[in-house]
């Protein structure tokens, strides 16, 4: 058998014709008809040149010999003759092997015929054995990741006065598709004052948003799109008559974020988004000559920006 890198080197048909050649008459039988089996290998050297296992079994498969032959040279057919001899000798170790035995390359010509019949001699069947060479194990597929994170919220034109919010967020990123970002953010009150009166906002909100835009491994830029939706409670102070009331709170968003990793799984990032309400309410009140007296309505387009320290669980 002809190893990996072994494919130009003496053939099991041509080593036969070698080994006969050496006996000086026919020693190789079908597998049905062989008392004596010979297996063998050759390969590269682990250094250079070339190696040959030789190993002979009885007719039982039991082990009687093996023979290990190695050459230097860079040619594989240098080690062709000891070959032929080492096998000759394991099928009959007491027969006068011929000299003179041809080269490989050349089979010698079929011996003549004994005038008188000879005892049956050992025989040896040479055969190809293949290893099946499983295939390799495909890559563990890549796990979700999962960063959770804090900070403060600063936004304008959101508020009557520029406001400031605790916001909690985290990001989702599934295996080969887009991250996704979800959470929430508490704003502190925020009062309008229209003379001796005012009015107080309290407003808290949740957002999802997808982001398909990712660049970076340890910095990453990233652009997501989203939708924000809220609650905003409003109270007069003041008035003649104070009511309090709560309104839905509804609008788009566009941010971009950018994330570093620090040590271990800590991370560190800020983020500028624009706003765009899609409810913007007019809260007014009515003075004393019946008239209407705007005190707030959401800008058009707002703006908001926040720092997060956050971990990244791979």
């Known amino acids: 058998m002809r190893l990996a890198g072994a494919e130009a ?18 020693a190789l039988v079908s597998a049905a008809r062989a008392e004596l089996t010979v297996e063998g290998r050759i390969e590269p050297g682990g250094t250079g040149g070339w190696r040959a296992e030789i190993a002979v079994a009885d007719a039982g498969g039991a082990v009687l010999g093996t023979r290990e032959i190695a050459t230097a040279s860079p040619r ?7 070959l032929a001899l080492a096998i000759a000798l394991m099928i009959d170790p007491s027969a006068k092997l011929s000299p003179g035995a041809p080269p490989l390359a050349a089979p010698a010509p079929p011996p003549a ?8 001699a050992p025989q040896v069947i040479v055969q190809r054995v293949l290893v099946p060479v499983p295939p390799p194990a495909p890559p563990p597929p890549a796990p979700w990741r999962v960063e959770v994170g804090a900070g403060p919220l600063f936004g304008l034109g959101l508020l009557p006065s520029p406001g400031i919010a605790a916001a909690l967020r985290a990001r989702l990123t599934p295996p080969r598709s887009w991250s996704f970002e979800v959470g929430g953010a508490i704003w502190l009150p925020n009062e309008a004052t229209t003379g001796a009166s005012s009015t107080r906002f309290s407003w808290g909100e949740g957002f999802v948003s997808a982001c398909p835009v990712s660049l970076g491994g340890e910095t990453r830029l990233s652009a997501c799109a989203g939708v924000r939706l809220g609650a905003l409670q409003v109270g007069g102070l003041g008035f003649g008559v104070d009511r309090a009331d709560e309104r839905l709170t509804a609008g788009g968003a566009l941010d971009v974020r950018l994330t570093r990793q620090l040590a271990g799984p800590l991370t560190v990032g800020g983020g500028l988004g624009l706003i765009v309400p899609i409810v913007r309410d007019t809260f007014y009140y009515i003075d004393a000559q019946g008239r209407d007296r705007e005190v707030f309505r959401m800008a058009p387009l707002a703006g908001a920006a926040d720092v997060v320290i956050g971990v990244d669980f791979p």
Do not use: N, Y
Not at 76 to 82: L, R, V
């Open 9 to 26: 080197c003496v053939g099991a048909r041509a080593l036969a014709q070698a080994v006969e050649a050496r006996l000086g008459r026919a």
């Open 113 to 120: 015929p004994s005038p008188a019949p000879s005892p049956p």
């Open 76 to 82: 594989c057919s240098a080690i062709d003759d000891e």
